[in-house]
């Protein structure tokens, strides 16, 4: 009966020493899912340059007449004037239609009130090549967006730039502003007066004069006079005064004869006078 016992008690050992390691290798809980969480959207560029109040926006290309636009947008008749008498107009027009497809231009307009700030006279004491240079010098001869001024690389090119120095100017974007120098004229963009895909037209608080036309120009060096001979001069005036001298002394001598000849005359006169006397007798 112990035996049956001892051994039953060894059976149930065997079993729970051999299902204790099946218990303890129970599989482990799954891990949570983790949910990915989305990455935020680009925050859309924003515009360096402020709209004006009287900004027309355009998406269509059917309205880009600078012209037109200009006058809409008021305070740019000298700059239209200029435009029209310089001729440039034709050749921005030109520009702008060949550029569509790819490129455009922006166009930095100054007003009324910064071309009052030049000098009187200014723009009429330039002549034709540089009034036209001047106007050019405010075309950019590519798009420029509202926002994307600050990935220029300075010097940017103008569209007088195919000139060789002086026609180009650095543009410095940060904050809100955009600040455009010419190396002679320090100036700010305030507002957009149009922009569509290929055309923008800002407005600047100055005339952007090139560089160029403050290089003073170089001066003709003034002509030399040709001297006179000096030894010439020295031996002709040692000829005069022994000439002179010369003919002093001459004189002189002249004289002392002229003094001593009557003498000789008297005495002769004398003689001939006894003589016809005496004859007479």
Do not use: C, W
């Not at 075309?139 to 103008?158: A, C, E, G, Q």
């Amino acid at each position: 009966m112990k035996k049956q016992i001892i051994f039953y008690f060894h059976l149930v050992l065997l079993v729970f020493i051999f299902s204790t390691p099946t218990l303890a290798q129970s599989p482990a809980a799954a891990p949570k899912p983790v949910r990915a969480t989305p990455a935020p959207a680009p925050a859309p560029a924003k515009p360096l340059v402020p709209s004006l109040p009287q900004s027309p926006f355009s998406d269509s290309s059917s309205n880009q007449d600078i012209i037109k636009i200009l006058r809409k947008a008021k305070s740019f008749n000298t700059l239209i004037r200029l435009l029209k008498t310089t001729q440039i107009i034709n050749q921005v027009n030109a520009q702008l239609v060949t550029t569509k497809s790819g490129g455009g231009l922006t166009f930095l307009a100054p007003d009324d009130g910064a071309f009052s700030q030049l000098k009187a006279g200014y723009f009429n004491s330039l002549d034709d090549r540089q009034q036209k240079a001047l106007i050019q010098f405010h075309v950019l001869p590519f798009y420029v967006s509202s926002s994307n001024f600050d990935s220029l690389s300075n010097p940017v090119m103008t569209l007088a730039s195919d000139s060789p120095n002086g026609y180009q100017i650095n543009v410095t974007a940060y904050g809100n502003s955009v600040n455009i120098s010419t190396g002679v004229v320090n100036a700010t963009l305030t507002g957009i007066v149009y922009t569509d895909k290929t055309l923008a037209i800002y407005h600047v608080d100055k005339v952007l004069l090139p560089l160029d036309f403050s290089k003073p120009k170089p001066t003709a060096p003034a002509p030399t006079l040709a001297n006179a001979p000096t030894a010439d001069k020295d031996n002709s005036s040692a000829e005069d005064d022994d000439k002179g001298k010369t003919n002093r002394a001459t004189s002189g001598a002249n004289a002392i004869n002229l003094i001593s000849i009557p003498g000789t005359i008297l005495e002769s006169l004398g003689l001939a006078l006894v003589a016809a006397v005496t004859i007479s007798i």
